[in-house]
Nanobody
Framework: QVQLVESGGGLVQAGGSLRLSCAAS????????MGWFRQAPGKEREFVAA????????YVADSVKGRFTISRDNAKNTVYLQMNSLKPEDTAGYSC????????????????????WGQGTQVTVSS
């Protein structure tokens, strides 16, 4: 089992930055691939970014490419999502997810590929 707790969300003006954190407990994060998803009211869940078990594989959605960066610190059992140049359309609930299997370098972009989910943290970007 892996337990995930997100933090770092909040209200920010357009153009600002936030850093989300996802702290994992249970199986060590070095054994799980991680991802970030978001969901705005009335919309489907959207993939944002993913990072492989080892951290060398990273993938970011086109909608946030150049603005968001995913990273991980296995010593702290934490995955981060650095969000810069935020836009009102980035407003959503952001959730992290973990996958318990897969190769050391794989990243996963589909929500059904993940086994564990956090409760989420709200990000609101004002115009």
């Amino acid at each position: 089992q892996v337990q995930l707790v997100e933090s770092g969300g909040g209200l920010v003006q357009a153009g600002g930055s936030l850093r989300l954190s996802c702290a994992a407990s249970g199986r060590t994060p070095s054994t799980v691939a991680m991802g970030w998803f978001r969901q705005a009211p009335g919309k489907e869940r959207e993939f944002v970014a993913a990072i492989s078990r080892g951290g060398g594989g990273r993938y970011v959605a086109d909608s946030v490419k150049g603005r968001f960066t995913i990273s991980r610190d296995n010593a702290k059992n934490t995955v981060y999502l650095q969000m810069n140049s935020l836009k009102p359309e980035d407003t959503a609930g952001y959730s992290c997810a973990a996958r318990a299997s897969g190769s050391y370098a794989d990243t996963f972009r589909q929500s059904h590929e993940y086994d564990y989910w956090g409760q989420g943290t709200q990000v609101t970007v004002s115009s």
